[in-house]
């Protein structure tokens, strides 16, 4: 496994997900990690972030309701998303902020929000 995005989902807006990203050891150690999402016909963006310290930083839209974290022991990476927005709805990557570029993306996860 080197990145495995799940836990996304069809939820009505207002509603809570949380995702979870497994990486492989080799990937995840010691680095900043990153959700990413991709609406349809839209560029892929990053939503949250995460050092190996702890440290965070989130996208102006998603500031105050997802909230990004770590288990290094387990080489997870974690995205809850609180108060979801039909405008939240898109694939839900995850990916070290420095990605080579001969990593995959993975197939990440879909989250749907209806409104």
């Known amino acids: 496994v080197q990145l495995q995005a799940s836990g996304g989902g069809l939820v009505q807006a207002g509603g809570s997900l949380r995702l979870s990203c497994a990486a492989s050891?080799?990937?995840?150690?010691?680095?900043?990690m990153g959700w990413y999402r991709q609406a349809p016909g839209k560029q892929r963006e990053l939503v949250a972030a995460i050092t190996s310290g702890g440290s965070t930083n989130y996208a102006d839209s998603v500031k105050g309701r997802f909230t990004i974290s770590r288990d290094n022991a387990k080489n997870t990476v974690y995205l809850q998303m609180n108060s979801l927005k039909p405008e939240d709805t898109a694939v839900y990557y995850c990916?070290?902020?420095?990605?080579?570029?001969?990593?995959?993306w993975g197939q990440g996860t879909q989250v749907t929000v209806s409104s």
């Open positions: 990916a070290p902020r420095l990605r080579p570029a001969s990593l995959s």
């Open positions: 050891r080799s990937i995840f150690s010691g680095n900043a």
